[in-house]
């Protein structure tokens, strides 16, 4: 089972690792900081062995790496990865942005239901089952992010149950939640925090989330 070092060290960016099995064009490793999609957040970019990763997937614990044929890996093979920070701490930012900005929704609308999330480069994205126009809470939303943000606080990212690799983040007094995606250590990474709304079907919100480098 690959040990996953982007949860141990989420800003870790290269490291050296050796390989543990090679079936055809899919490779695995004895160490991983390469996210595999999961929980919404995209997969990482970077290569093994100087060779770039064309995609990551979980398969239960585990995460298989596809490489380009004609790779050469064997297992043994003692190989360096490395991983594409900026696009990786952009993930991490959205990421972060996007639960910050969930958890402030399910605190003003109380058993509204979550239907989808998405987190990629560019933008993140929840999803609602809502019946209203979900923009009316933006400059409450805004407001209260920014305070968050502002404040720089520290945020706790550990295992509620080890063995069966669940994760949580915590910020005390403010929420702990569930997930497995890797997550910032401070509030104020985040940066200025901009919200869209798109209406995607009856009865169907969505908030598109942005960050930018601009100190809030
Ligand atoms: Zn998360």
């Not at 982007?6 to 900081?33: C, H, K, M």
């Not at 991490?92 to 969930?102: C, N």
């Not at 403010?174 to 910032?184: D, E, I, Y």
């Amino acid at each position: 089972m690959t040990k996953k070092i982007f949860w141990q060290d989420p800003y870790q960016t290269t490291l050296e690792t050796r390989v543990t099995g090679v079936s055809g064009n899919e490779v695995t490793v004895a160490e991983t900081i390469f996210y595999a999609l999961s929980g919404g957040q995209e997969s990482d970019r970077g290569t093994i062995g100087g060779r770039p990763v064309l995609q990551a997937r979980k398969e239960g614990r585990e995460i298989v790496y596809t490489m380009a044929e004609g790779h050469g890996l064997k297992p043994g093979d003692p190989v360096a990865m490395t991983i594409d920070w900026a696009r990786r701490y952009r993930l991490m930012r959205l990421h972060f942005a996007a639960e910050v900005i969930l958890e402030l929704v399910y605190k003003k609308l109380g058993a509204v239901r979550k239907i989808g999330a998405h987190i990629a480069e560019d933008k993140a994205r929840i999803d609602f089952e809502w019946g209203e126009n979900i923009s009316a809470l933006f400059p409450a939303l805004k407001a209260e992010a920014l305070a968050i943000v502002q404040a720089d606080r520290a945020i706790v990212s550990a295992f509620s149950d080890e063995t069966n690799e669940r994760r949580y983040w915590e910020i005390p007094d403010f929420s702990r939640v569930p997930c497995g995606g890797t997550h910032l250590r401070r509030t104020v990474e985040i940066g200025a925090i901009e919200l869209k709304r798109k209406n995607i079907g009856k009865g169907k919100e969505r908030i598109e989330v942005f960050v930018s480098d601009v100190t809030p």
